[in-house]
């Protein structure tokens, strides 16, 4: 006679790479912002302050270096720390504010064509059909070059033209939720249309709408810096990294950091902000709403 003995499961621990993706972005991201809070306070030189005697300086791993400039010069003796120190903060001013303009557009138009369909929601795909027709960096070419380059016209030109993912996405989530037993609860109940909006559907589509957010802020940051290595976007001397990379390119044979330095960093926090945005979507993306 056999005797059959059953042992508890085991657990097996799984190591999920997305996850340390996540945590590789968001120490990279905390670095960004750290810089741009508070590393002009580190750093002694100003940004925009010259000295001709000073042209080109190499960075410190490079022979000719100085140790008061850890990362040289550029063409016009300007410490190129200070500069990208300041410059994380104009691309973090950019990527931000434009996500929450183009946020603002596309979650309202999104959450009002999923909600109310019919004729709503045809006038909403028809708006997200135009702007996914329109090529974004030629839009934003004309409209600075006729209007003139500056910070605010570079925020609202992206703004207006960064919306379709938001709207897509909320309209797809909000169509899922509408018809979900709270939603039937609280209609019964006698919750006004705009309680329902915005105190029922866009709480339970705010992790969906989190993860587009992160993936829109490096998608602006990659635009502007487009547009200022074409000369249409943060006008000089505003340290902006594309800007400084389009300064250095005439350099860049002769003095490689002057664009290897701006443009490393654009890489990198592009890629943290990546990351951080695939490890949202691992972490909330599979949760359904409620």
């Not at 657990?11 to 912002?33: D, E, L, P, Q």
């Not at 029922?200 to 992160?214: D, F, G, K, M, R």
Request: aromatic letters at 8%; charged letters at 10%; a neutral charge.
């Amino acid at each position: 006679m056999s005797i059959a003995i059953s042992l508890p499961p085991v657990r097996v621990r799984t190591f999920r790479v997305g996850n340390v993706g996540f945590w590789i972005g968001v120490a990279i991201c905390s670095v960004v912002v750290l810089a741009a809070v508070v590393g002009n306070a580190l750093v002694p030189h100003d940004p925009f302050a010259q000295n001709l005697n000073n042209r080109l300086v190499p960075p410190f791993w490079m022979e000719g270096s100085q140790p008061d400039h850890l990362l040289g010069t550029d063409q016009l003796g300007r410490d190129y720390l200070a500069r990208l120190v300041y410059g994380a903060r104009i691309s973090l001013l950019i990527g931000i504010t434009t996500m929450i303009v183009s946020g603002l557009i596309g979650t309202t138009l999104g959450i009002l064509g999923g909600y109310f369909g019919g004729i709503v929601d045809d006038v909403v795909l028809f708006l997200i059909t135009c702007r996914l027709s329109i090529p974004v960096v030629l839009v934003a070419l004309a409209v600075v070059g006729l209007l003139g380059s500056s910070l605010t016209l570079v925020i609202c030109t992206l703004g207006l033209l960064l919306w379709d993912r938001f709207a897509v996405v909320a309209r797809s989530t909000t169509m899922q939720v509408r018809s979900l037993d709270y939603m039937n609860a609280a209609m019964c109940a006698g919750a006004s249309t705009p309680r329902l909006l915005f105190r029922e559907i866009l709480p339970n589509i705010a992790s969906h709408l989190a993860v587009v957010a992160t993936l829109e802020i490096a998608l602006a940051i990659l635009f502007e810096a487009t547009l200022s290595f074409l000369g249409l976007g943060v006008p000089a001397p505003l340290p902006s990294w594309g800007l400084m990379i389009a300064e250095g390119k005439d350099y860049m044979f002769f003095s490689s950091w002057v664009i290897m330095i701006p443009g490393v960093t654009l890489f990198i926090f592009v890629m943290g902000v990546n990351f951080v945005g695939d490890g949202l979507r691992s972490l909330l993306g599979a949760e359904r709403p409620r």
